[in-house]
């Protein structure tokens, strides 16, 4: 009974933000038997209301018998503490080596531009606020910063206001990693310059785009439907499943070279230009549907 | 939790039968899913994956036969979320909720392969089946990491069923105090935590100080940025952590513990208490532990995030609410320690090998290593690596066999520079040194050292000035402020490489950097002042040209100090796509566009106007054709 009790009330406080002397009381009595629990006192109350109020320390200080000097010197030397409200969403960026060599500064600095403040910092309207740590073990994803619970991996700095405003409005709103849109699109080879726009054949009901492809023994055509998200794809002679292909531009007969590795299946990954401006780079496995669409 | 025998152990008979019913019980079930649940694989999404995959499960009726295993972390970060399916040990890399309902039809019902979730040997374009084949695995020799892949660590009867607590059994029922510590001084175990010291030695100090009550103490702090071993040893196998201090505990003769665990690490905290729990459910820890009368009983206490907290003295005061500040150690922690007691520390690491030991004597463990160094070390291989995560490896390996063989090598063709070991008080290694085996000795001959096992891996594009620059501010911001050599010499030292790398650097500026490195390892009052330096004197040991390519020549060769680079665009890489254009902040850079229709159409090329430009990168980040060059 007492538990529920307890319980239910940390959710109030949590939502008021009011400081009542009888939970600061209920923290202190359960840790009344350890000695020197008193950055274990802290870390609940601030796990509680997000800071350490100053009433709270008062009433630590008086209960505890513990000078308030010295509370305050525990409550600063430790980072992890803060003597301030933070803002709704919590943004940890990540500045550990690893991260670091990845180039995270250039994460939070960029964090910092867009939000307008500097790491340790909340925004005037109280809604971020800016964090940095060194290291939380999840180094083989670096540069890796964490919104309100959410890791994000490899994070780019292209990819930090999107971050932003998706925390803004809640991620449950959002399928991270999904992008369901599907729309035509008109692309190019990126040495020549010519479109791959085939208007004699039709998929999906709108002009194919034709690429020239090769494997060790074969040569022929693939046609792609132009709808961005749609896999329709008809080929000249059979591509078995899970080979990797060469593509190479109808018109200027140049190979286009792989930019990066697909992150589903690592093979390279191509990239074509996209009419109007920007990037779509499409993975030569036949079979893996990884593709990305960077528009300007 | 645990459905069945929640009643004390009271002898070691009954913890054997406990175990048998545990194997009969767990062999009935054929197929095990083991899914990893590390901190990487979570980030990654496996936790969803659990849930899919019990659906999938039960819509096939297979929820009874199979088992969904929720694992620590394998060590394979990079490739997440991993699934192993037992008993054949298929391995599947990067799986997504969209392959479970494949996975479960056909490799879970009908043992078929699906070889697009295969791992692809980047170097040989083999597909590893299983984990052994994969290369990252192969070189490796994982005792304290072993059953990391095998166990749910929120249970204790998986712990049991793959042989744990049998070292403690053997501990308290074969083995005297002083035979147990004779038995660890003898298998030449050293402390993982950084020093090196020999354990048994501190738990002889211990055991034979004055004072009661003593405390046994599990370092669980790692300070160490970009290092994470001891967390997935807290996280995956929580139990072996405990059955080790427990063993410690008996030899030393203490009866109270402590486990320091960062503040970052809220999983390794929750997993740790789970496993406290049972283990004093099922009397193996607390009072008359297995009913031999001895007594052990641990808390857990957070840090507060204080990376000088991770150092003895300071650990101790942290533990007793005070401010984490390092004492001078005329005095050894072993006889004053935590509330003024004889106070054994140990790093998580060390405590985990403690069982392994006792399980398969001194001698077998001593047989691994070099003549100094024995056993295994884990490492977290991270930075410009193809491989990143966790390797365990004999200690004598060459750091080149790790980089190489197990990390495999350096991605995107770049070409390796330099790797820091030892964390913020090691050092930097150059390729010429490569060939080092990792032993302590060795490695603090070259100005770097052991330190907890963090390994991070530089390619060309990395500054090592700015490395050093970044380390000495981690340390001046970490100093706790009590001694002013280490509070003052590495605020001085980084206003220098500060200076540096902003192009302002002055010819006697490196002989300054040295001669006040020497001074602050000399005369600091704890082991962060004393190996503040160690990062700047080996950078400046090993990539003197670097240094004096900043200064002199105001260039910064890796293209990373900011004032000292500028970009450009190369016309004819150029393909106008427009994407440098619209990441560019500030609007500095024109062109980027297409032209006309059909056959007329031109290409502008970008153009950046270097007056404007702020130096942010954007552009060479987002430009895909390597365009954009930094010079
Ligand atoms: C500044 C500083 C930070 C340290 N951080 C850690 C740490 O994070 N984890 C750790 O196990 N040891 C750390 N140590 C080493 C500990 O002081 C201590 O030597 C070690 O925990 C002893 O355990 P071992 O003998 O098993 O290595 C640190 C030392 C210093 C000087
Ligand atoms: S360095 Fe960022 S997670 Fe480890």
Redesign the pocket.
């Known amino acids: 009974m007492e538990q529920n009790a307890a319980i239910s009330s940390k959710d109030n406080i949590c939502a008021e933000g009011k400081v009542e002397s009888k939970d600061i009381l209920r923290i202190l009595e359960s840790h009344n038997k350890d000695r020197g629990g008193l950055i274990s006192i802290l870390e609940e109350i601030q796990s509680e209301y997000g800071y350490l109020p100053e009433e709270a320390l008062r009433i630590v200080s008086e209960r505890t018998g513990r000078s308030l000097v010295d509370i305050y010197g525990v409550a600063t030397f430790y980072r992890f503490f803060s003597l301030q409200a933070k803002g709704k969403h919590l943004i940890c960026a990540c500045l550990g080596t690893a991260c670091h060599v990845r180039g995270a500064p250039r994460i939070v600095a960029e964090l910092e531009q867009q939000l307008t403040i500097k790491a340790g910092q909340t925004t005037p309207d109280k809604e971020f606020t800016l964090e940095t740590v060194n290291c939380l073990g999840a180094c083989a994803l670096g540069p890796v910063v964490v919104i309100d619970g959410h890791y994000f991996s490899k994070v780019r700095k292209s990819k930090v206001k999107q971050l932003l405003e998706q925390a803004g409005e809640g991620f449950d709103k959002f399928d991270i990693g999904k992008d369901e849109r599907i729309f035509p699109i008109e692309v190019s080879c990126p040495h020549c310059n010519h479109s791959f726009k085939d208007k004699t054949f039709a998929i999906d009901g709108y002009p194919c785009l034709k690429i020239n492809v090769a494997t060790d023994h074969q040569q022929g055509w693939i046609r792609l439907s132009c709808l961005y998200g749609s896999y329709s794809v008809s080929t000249e002679f059979e591509i078995p499943e899970g080979m990797v292909v060469n593509f190479i531009c109808p018109h200027c007969n140049s190979e286009i070279h792989s930019t990066s590795d697909c992150s589903q299946c690592g093979a390279p990954m191509i990239p074509m230009l996209v009419d109007g401006g920007g990037i779509v780079s499409i993975c030569t496995r036949r079979g893996c549907k990884n593709h990305m669409l960077d528009l300007v | 939790m645990s459905t069945v025998a929640t009643a004390k152990l009271a002898s070691l008979e009954e913890l054997e039968a406990l175990r048998s019913s545990i194997r009969v019980e767990q062999q009935k079930t054929q197929t095990t899913v083991a899914l990893c649940c590390g901190t990487g694989c979570q980030a990654y999404g496996s936790g969803r994956l659990i849930e899919v995959f019990a659906e999938a499960l039960a819509k096939e009726g297979l929820e009874d036969s199979v088992r969904v295993r929720a694992t620590g972390c394998h060590g394979f970060c990079e490739r997440g979320p991993l699934v192993v399916i037992h008993p054949k040990g298929t391995f599947y890399q990067r799986v997504g909720p969209d392959d479970v309902g494949e996975i479960v039809a056909k490799t879970v019902k009908q043992g078929e392969l699906i070889e697009r979730l295969l791992y692809v040997d980047p170097q040989t374009k083999e597909k590893a089946q299983t984990e052994e084949q994969v290369g990252f695995y192969k070189h490796q020799h994982r005792l304290v990491f072993g059953n990391n892949g095998a166990i749910d660590p929120k249970s204790i009867r998986d712990y049991l069923a793959v042989g744990g607590y049998a070292g403690l059994a053997k501990a308290l029922s074969e083995l005297k105090p002083d035979e147990l510590i004779e038995q660890i001084t003898e298998s030449g175990l050293?402390?993982?935590?950084?020093?090196?010291?020999l354990?048994g030695r501190?738990w002889r100090s211990c055991r034979e100080a004055e004072g009661e009550p003593k405390y046994v103490l599990c370092?669980?702090?790692?300070?160490?940025p970009g290092a994470f071993m001891?967390r997935s040893i807290m996280e995956g196998n929580p139990h072996s952590v405990l059955e080790g201090m427990v063993i410690g505990a008996y030899a030393i003769g203490s009866n109270h513990g402590y486990i320091y665990v960062r503040a970052e690490y809220p999983l390794a905290v929750e997993n740790l208490g789970i496993a406290i729990r049972q283990a004093e459910e099922l009397g193996l820890l607390g009072e008359d532990i297995l009913g031999t009368g001895f007594d052990f009983e641990i808390r857990i206490n957070r840090g507060a995030g204080a990376?000088?907290c991770?150092?003895?003295t300071?650990?101790m005061a942290s533990i007793e609410g005070k401010i984490g500040d390092?004492r001078a150690k005329y005095i050894h922690t072993t006889d004053v320690g935590l509330f003024g007691k004889p106070s054994n520390?140990?790093?998580?690491?060390?405590?985990a090998n403690v069982p392994l030991i006792v399980n398969r004597g001194a001698e077998w463990f001593s047989s691994m290593g070099t003549e100094k160094s024995k056993g295994t070390k884990v490492f977290s291989l991270v930075g410009k690596i193809n491989n990143t995560g966790l390797v365990e490896v004999p200690m004598g390996v060459s750091l080149r066999d790790i980089i190489y063989k197990v990390g495999g090598g350096i991605p995107d063709g770049r070409k390796f520079k330099a790797v820091q070991i030892g964390g913020p008080?090691g050092g930097c290694i150059p390729e010429s040194l490569l060939d080092t085996p990792v032993d302590f000795e060795q490695l603090t001959e070259l100005g770097a050292m052991m330190g907890?096992g963090g390994l991070i891996v530089m390619d060309e594009d990395t500054c090592v000035v700015d490395i050093a620059r970044y380390f000495m501010n981690f340390l001046c911001e970490e100093a706790c402020g009590k001694c002013t050599p280490c509070r003052e010499g590495t605020k001085i030292m980084l206003d220098i490489l500060g200076r540096i790398c902003q192009g302002k650097g002055e010819a006697e500026d490196m002989d300054k950097l040295e001669a006040l490195g020497e001074q602050v390892q000399l005369t600091s009052l704890?082991?962060?002042g004393t190996?503040a330096a160690n990062p700047v004197l080996s950078t400046l040991q090993y990539f003197r040209e670097e240094y004096e390519t900043h200064v002199k020549d105001k260039r910064c060769p890796a293209g990373v100090c900011r004032q000292l680079i500028t970009f450009s665009v190369t016309p004819e890489a150029c393909t106008s796509c427009a994407m440098c254009v619209k990441a560019c902040p500030v609007e500095a850079i024109s062109g980027g566009t297409r032209k006309g229709k059909g056959k007329d159409r031109v290409r502008v090329p970008a153009l950046i106007d270097q007056d404007k430009c702020i130096k942010c990168r954007a552009c060479h980040e987002a430009c895909k054709f390597d365009a954009v060059v930094i010079s």
């Open positions: 050293r402390g993982r935590g950084g020093g090196g010291f354990t501190k370092n669980g702090d790692e300070g160490d001891d990376f000088v991770g150092e003895s300071a650990l390092p520390l140990n790093n998580v690491e060390t405590w008080s907890s704890c082991g962060l190996s």
